[in-house]
């Protein structure tokens, strides 16, 4: 197993480390290995670079901080040997008495998990029942929707070259949804039974009522749901005037999926009922983008990403009606097409390292995605079989992930 200071990037980690006061040598004894996260309290004390595996730090060229700052005058504190970096005989990997340098973020997989919350999914979409007429509200989507849903993360990183590397990533978030049964005989005042009113049926107040929807028994409301996301992007090193900072731009290809589907099923005096709604987005396109990191100290980052693309979104929706009343005719809608869509994240993490090839990560994120074709957006309360289609909706994501990064 190598260390990340064996790595093609070695170039640029060595670049950034800082040596001592001028005239301030020290002789470097074999055999004295440097400290498993900072990497350089025994060098300091005159030991020899050596990482924690005990093989030798390569370090082809040295640059370190004047002692006036970036823009005073050069040499006041690392005097030119003529190579165009200062020449300091010591060296300070742990950051005790001068600045150390972090190296560029890099890992070789990385696996986690992540908790998303929507945003808004049904935002004006009522409750879609009451017990009783004008009763208490029962089958709230908004409501039953607002839980924060799990996936999995994984992504890998593949060297290119010395400053650049190739990516794949993904993330899913499977079967979300809720289930929810509510009947009558469980709610309703003394255990009354067909006392549910559905909001089709304008919540009881609709002269004459919707057979199969009207004085409800059961009244059932599921939804299921995923997310997901793959991306394929160049990342391209930069380094900031600090070595403290550095981070990537990126440029890719981006596929997010987002699929809905709302079943609502009524047993009622007049019969029984079913209605469906389903909605499915594929947004394929190109994404830009980058990071940034800050060193806060030798083996702790602190970074932000932001990407946005713009993508052809494929969307298909249909809406399958089953009412028993002659009064509605069970219209089955089934449209798609395609339109442009616009998606964009942005997230801040935290980085520390554990052991030589492990770290552990955690931040927070925000995902939106715009033009999308949902099932919220297409819920009309006044006709339970409308074969409108409305394609201009959108949709926010924001929570937590957390994983495990490996180098090899």
Known sequence: MKSLFDRPLA??????????????????SPGMPAAPLAGGGAATA??????VHGDSIVMPASYCEPAMGYGGAYGAMCPDDGSGYGNCAGADFGGASYPDQCGPHYFDIYAGAIVLDREDAFEDVPPLG?????GDFILDPQELSEDEE???????????????????????????GFDETVRSVDVAPMGADFSLQSVFNEYGQLAGGIDGLSEGSVYTLDLESDLQSTELSYRRYWVGYNPRVSGTYLAGFRYLRMTEAL?????????????????????VGAQIGGDGWICLRQGLRLGMEGKAGIYNNRWEYQHVTS???????????????????????????????????FSIRGGYRVLYMSSLVTVGNNINPAD?????????????????????????
């Open 130 to 134: 009451t017990i009783t007429s004008g």
């Open 384 to 408: 339970p079989t409308s074969a409108l289609v409305f394609t201009q909706d959108d949709a926010l994501y924001h929570g937590f992930h957390g994983g495990v990064e490996y180098i090899w």
């Open 263 to 283: 079943n609502f099923d009524a047993v009622a005096a007049g019969g029984t009922s079913n209605l469906n709604w389903e909605a499915d987005n594929d947004l």
């Open 323 to 357: 009412i028993p009343d002659a009064d509605f005719t069970n219209a089955n809608v089934f449209a798609n097409d395609n339109q442009v869509a616009f998606a964009g994240e942005t997230s801040v993490d935290l980085v520390a390292d554990i052991l030589p090839s």
């Open 150 to 176: 799990y996936g999995f993360e994984l992504a890998a990183r593949l060297d290119l070259g010395p400053l650049s590397v190739l990516e794949a990533k993904y993330f899913g978030l499977l079967s979300m």
């Open 46 to 51: 005159g030991g020899s670079f050596m990482n």
């Open 11 to 28: 170039a640029l980690v060595a670049a950034g480390l800082v040596w001592g006061s001028a005239g301030g040598g020290f002789a470097q």
